[in-house]
Nanobody, 118 residues
Framework: VHLVESGGGLVQSGGSLRLSCAASGKITEIYVMGWYRQAPGRQRELVAAISTDLRTNYADSAKGRFTISRHVTEKTMTLEMSNLKPEDTARYYC?????????????WGKGTLVTVSP
């Protein structure tokens, strides 16, 4: 399975961005897909995850501001981010293959950088 992220960039505080992830390769079924992020000097952390039956899990920092969605048959996932804050600055990674909404699976994309200016 190969994951490719897109949609990162520079945005001012309060702005919005939409991240996308496309999965390709030999895929039978990917139960959970998710977004994780890693800021400089910090550990990688869950942002949001979604299952094939569209159950979701959000980090507290993402609740009310970010929305995760998924097109199961097209094997794509998006993250709509609004009211962005400087502390959201990080590299955002697409993840796939977990059996649970709270832990990452074995497959990662290379990430897309999100920078939020004050």
């Amino acid at each position: 399975v190969h994951l490719v992220e897109s949609g990162g960039g520079l945005v001012q505080s309060g702005g919005s961005l939409r991240l996308s992830c496309a999965a390709s390769g030999k895929i039978t079924e990917i139960y959970v897909m998710g977004w994780y992020r890693q800021a400089p000097g910090r550990q990688r952390e869950l942002v949001a995850a979604i299952s094939t039956d569209l159950r979701t899990n959000y980090a507290d920092s993402a609740k009310g501001r970010f929305t995760i969605s998924r097109h199961v048959t097209e094997k794509t996932m998006t993250l709509e981010m609004s009211n962005l804050k400087p502390e959201d600055t990080a590299r955002y990674y697409c993840n796939a293959g977990s059996a649970a909404l709270m832990v990452p699976g074995p497959t990662w994309g290379k990430g897309t950088l999100v920078t939020v200016s004050p």
